[in-house]
């Protein structure tokens, strides 16, 4: 029998750690016919639970019946866990996931895996090992959220070093460390705080960024490369159909090719509350063009509905490193950029109740709608392909949005008026830190 059971004094658990209590183990063994035609044998003892044994010995007889298999496993297993690391994001992450997402796996390792335990060989890393790697992280004075996110990226490494059979188990799913309460998510932003933001931020640059973040609930890279090619004024609608890429290089004049959106394309209606927005932005970028022709300068058109005053793109790095700051000095609770999007998303669910409308005004799938919103339901059950959201509908949950942040405007003080936020400054790239936010 290939596996077999005993009892012993003191079990271990699943993560191999004893528990002074009797119990029954279970051992592998496999007899099998070596490629020479000599008889040999194969044992592993001490699985926890049965299901484990099985796995292991299922494993076990497909690598002994492919014996060039097992020493191509072994001398991978043998590599260091760092230069596994670097061929598995290049391979892997930098082909199947978002440039955004790639560049920050990649941050993610170099800066709190690798000097921890990258010089370990792979197949012979523990999870105490990596139990260790999270308290010397969080020493360092990084937040539990932090090193949550170091031990998701570590996780989903070592899963494919396991599917590749580099090694047996992923042991940065083994780990005992308690990372305690994640941190407190910045409640969205209520229509009156969004209203107070916008009159607040009018005649800045950022009016037209809070505009499309807090009335249309757009991502950041979609609102920067937002273009005027497709933006109709006259029937009042704009296409979100591409974004900024990610990683413009610094000094970048003319973008060439713009990025696919994240996730759906659509086309939404420009609302009362919004065109008087829109309007002021073409006409003010017409008189910087021709200002710019006026005063010999040049003025580089990319056509973009939010840039600088020469028309260079407008650096993704200062609308979330400078949103903060911003409210700080216009007096309002802190929160994201990002968070205008959700703020947008929870305000408009709770005025009109429509999931699957909201889901598509913010190019959300129906699962990333439930998470944004907080929501309990069983969305697997209704599929986006019985959702028939047309124009007119989008056009009325927006209606009722901008509508309510029209009726909740408080007329506008002329002595105690708050002094405008600076204009963006060049500021030098943001060192990576515990401090610093990691998206995914």
């Known amino acids: ?14 993560n191999g750690v004893l528990t002074g209590r009797p119990g029954t183990v279970y051992d592998v063994n496999i007899k099998y016919k070596a490629p020479d035609g000599t008889k040999k044998s194969y044992a592993k003892k001490g699985f926890s639970t049965k299901k484990e044994a099985a796995q292991h010995e299922a494993e076990m007889k497909t ?6 298999q097992i020493a191509a496993v072994t001398n991978h297993g043998k590599q260091t866990v760092s230069h596994y690391l670097d061929d598995w994001v290049e391979s892997y992450a930098k082909v199947n996931l978002r440039p955004s997402t790639y560049h920050n796996y990649k941050r993610v390792i170099n800066t709190y895996i690798k000097p921890y335990i990258g010089g370990v060989a792979l197949n012979q890393l523990t999870s105490a090992m990596v139990d260790k790697m999270f308290q010397q992280i969080m020493e360092k004075g990084c937040k539990a959220s932090t090193t949550l996110i170091v031990k998701r990226v570590l996780s989903v490494a070592l899963n494919h070093a396991k599917k590749y059979r580099y090694i047996e188990n992923n042991v940065a799913q083994d780990t ?17 705080q969004v209203n107070a933001l916008m009159q607040r931020v009018a005649g800045t640059p950022w009016e037209m960024p809070v505009v499309l973040g807090g009335l249309y609930g757009m991502r950041r890279s979609e609102i920067l490369g937002l273009r005027w090619q497709n933006v109709d004024l006259e029937n009042r609608t ?19 090719e713009m990025a696919p959106p994240k996730s759906n394309s659509r086309t939404l209606p420009i609302t009362d509350l919004a065109l008087p927005f829109f309007l002021k932005q073409f006409a003010m970028q017409e008189e910087q ?19 600088k005053p020469n028309g260079v793109p407008m650096p993704a790095s200062w609308i979330s490193g400078s949103f903060g700051k911003m ?30 409308t909201v889901g598509e005004i913010l190019g959300h799938t ?40 029209k009726e909740t405007a408080s007329p506008k003080r002329e002595a105690t008026a708050p002094k405008p936020p600076r204009a963006p400054q060049r500021k030098k790239p943001m060192k990576w830190s515990c401090n610093g936010t990691i998206f995914l």
């Not at 408009?348 to 699957?356: A, I, K, P, S, V």
């Open 176 to 192: 005992l460390t308690k990372f305690g309460k994640a941190d407190k998510t910045p409640d969205p932003y209520t229509l009156e």
């Open 63 to 68: 690598k002994l019946q492919n014996p060039g």
């Open 1 to 14: 029998m290939a596996i077999s059971s005993r009892q012993v004094q003191n079990k271990r658990d699943g």
């Open 366 to 405: 129906l699962a990333g709608i439930n998470a944004s919103l907080g929501l309990s339901m069983n969305y697997e059950a209704v599929t986006a392909r019985y959702v028939d959201v047309r124009f007119e509908r989008k056009k009325e949950v927006l209606e009722a949005y901008h509508g309510a942040l």
């Open 238 to 256: 704009f296409d979100v159909v591409e974004q900024l890429p990610f990683k413009v290089p610094p000094g970048t004049k003319i973008i060439e």
């Open 289 to 307: 063009r021709e200002q710019a022709a006026q005063e010999g300068k040049p003025y580089y058109d990319n056509d973009l509905v939010v840039a």
């Open 327 to 356: 409210l700080e000095d216009v007096g309002l609770p802190r929160i994201r950029f990002h968070d205008l999007r959700h703020s947008a998303a929870t305000n408009m669910h709770q005025l009109t109740g429509d999931f699957y």
